[in-house]
């Protein structure tokens, strides 16, 4: 007969494993070379470092192959598929907006930058691939700043437009939250 539930009996318990907690990582964003906000850092941090609020859909883990079916009468064979579904990695990032010392949004005017490259609303240009991909370094860590993940990010772009700001005289609470949507051809997933 197995024993009642009991801390004794748990090795994350009795070796005192500490959770993983999704609040713990950091950002380095790296632009493309010709943005040239991209420089503005403080304390060593560059500006879009210091306002991720969140990432989401790093779906680094997942890539399967789908499924391939084969019949007999009614009986139905599957296999994993002869391809993957994707090659790429899209994921979420939402950035905090801050008016700067020169009551400048500079951190949207990187983003602008950035998207500008690629497709440039006001003048009709657009931008070559090597000119405006960029890399994030994605490290997830302890509460103590020990790395045990990184997930790197290459040759990646945004794909979506900035988030638009929804002026409204009866939200005073309403803070701009910047979600913008990114690709990436490739990426490493580390664990330390």
Known sequence: MAGLPHFTNSAAGVKLYEPVYLNQFEVLISPPASVTLAN?????????????????????????????SQFYKFAERRYAGGEPSTSDVQFSVAFEVNLDDNNSMTMYKILRQWSDLIYNPLTGAMGLKRDYIGQMVISIFNKQ????????????????PLTPMNLNYESGDALYILDTTWKSDYWQDQFL
């Open 40 to 68: 503005t850092r403080f304390r060593g941090e560059g500006i879009l470092t210091q306002q991720v609020k969140k990432i989401s859909g790093l779906a680094v883990d997942i890539q399967p192959a789908g499924a391939a």
């Open 145 to 160: 700043g020990d790395v045990f993940r990184r997930i790197t990010l290459n040759n990646c772009f945004p794909i979506e």
